[in-house]
């Protein structure tokens, strides 16, 4: 019997090639029906420094990339690419950049939750931040998110309002910095292989399929 093959996936829920890196993610794994294959998302923050409250979104984009040109051009570029697989990015929209500690938990969270439920919440996340504006650093929003995907709302607003699992998300995330991941998406396959960026699906196929048939980097052919 083939064992399962897990996928552990460091991303943010504001990185917008996360959010493509997810589709094309499932596109692989229809490619591979053979598999058994599982997700896991992991946290990964592009920028810890802003304050729980976000920041204005459109001056903290003119402050990153420095003119509005410059932005347009990397949001018309990502939305192209959005369409190709069935994303509406709708960047006008979106007015606040949240910090993402407290969406990193309830991910978390998740994973105890029902198989297949934290990447339910994780596309739930990518879609209300880059479909629909939504602030994703707002505790209401969170729980909408949660309850939306299949969590018990009352328990995840009991456990927002806590410190629970910040510790434990903040040192997940030293540990992807340790290990070498830089930027994001980023997919460890079967905690062997590391395939960095939003890479096309079937470049993420070949990738696991190399990994369920047991490929060692460097290892002997004979062995």
Not at 78 to 100: H, M, R, S, W, Y
Not at 109 to 129: E, H, I, M, N
Request: charged share 25%; with cysteine.
């Amino acid at each position: 019997m083939n064992k399962q093959i897990i996928i552990d996936v460091v991303s943010d829920v504001v990185c917008p090639w996360c959010f493509i890196g997810r589709k094309r993610l499932e596109q692989a794994l229809v490619l591979l029906p053979e598999l058994d294959t599982a997700v896991q998302w992991r946290p990964f923050q592009l920028d810890p420094t802003i304050p729980p409250a976000g920041k204005d979104r459109k001056a903290y984009l003119k402050g990153k990339f420095g003119s509005q040109s410059r932005i347009d051009e990397i949001h018309d570029q990502l939305i192209k690419l959005g369409e190709e697989d069935g994303i509406e990015f709708d960047f006008d929209a979106i007015e606040v950049a949240p910090n993402t500690l407290d969406a990193h938990r309830l991910i978390q969270w998740a994973s105890q939750a029902a198989p297949g439920t934290q990447d339910r919440l994780v596309g739930k996340l990518f879609s209300f931040y880059f479909e629909q504006g939504l602030n994703i650093g707002d505790h209401e929003v969170l729980v909408d998110a949660a309850s939306a995907s299949g969590m018990d709302g009352q328990i995840v607003a009991s456990l927002l309002a806590t410190d629970a699992d910040r510790e434990s998300v903040l040192q997940e995330i030293e540990t992807a910095h340790r290990i070498g991941v830089q930027g994001v998406p980023c997919f460890i396959i079967d905690q062997k292989y590391a395939v960095m960026g939003a890479q096309p699906a079937d470049v993420l196929a070949d990738a696991i399929a190399q990994a369920a048939a047991g490929f060692e980097p460097g290892m002997a052919e004979d062995r």
